[in-house]
């Protein structure tokens, strides 16, 4: 079992930065790829951005890619999105998620992201 707390989400203007950190408990995330996803108000839950098992390779959502960056820090147990360039569409509640790229097994509870323009 793995417990996934999400934290580092708030209010920003449009064009600003937040990191997005999420912290693992229970066992080691090296034995999952991890992932964010997100759900913004009125819309499904779509796939954010997800990184392997060893961080080698990673994967983005086109909305997000070349502004966002995924990484994990197996040793501290830990996933961070990097999110610059925020847009007012980038508001949503972001999930952290552990498992394989076709099944995600474990869920965090999400961290509210906000972004003015």
């Known amino acids: 079992q793995v417990q996934l707390v999400e934290s580092g989400g708030g209010l920003v203007q449009a064009g600003g930065s937040l990191s997005l950190s999420c912290a693992a408990s229970?066992?080691?995330?090296?034995?999952?790829?991890m992932a964010w996803f997100r759900r913004a108000p009125g819309k499904e839950r779509e796939f954010v951005a997800a990184?392997?098992?060893?961080?080698?390779?990673?994967n983005y959502a086109g909305s997000v890619k070349g502004r966002f960056t995924i990484s994990r820090d197996n040793a501290k147990n830990t996933v961070y999105l990097q999110m610059n360039s925020l847009k007012p569409e980038d508001t949503a509640i972001y999930y952290c998620?552990?498992?394989?790229?076709?099944?995600?097994?474990?869920w965090g509870q999400g961290t509210q992201v906000t972004v003015s323009s």
């Open positions: 998620a552990a498992g394989s790229l076709h099944n995600w097994n474990y």
């Open positions: 229970g066992r080691t995330i090296s034995s999952y790829a």
């Open positions: 990184v392997i098992r060893t961080g080698g390779i990673t």
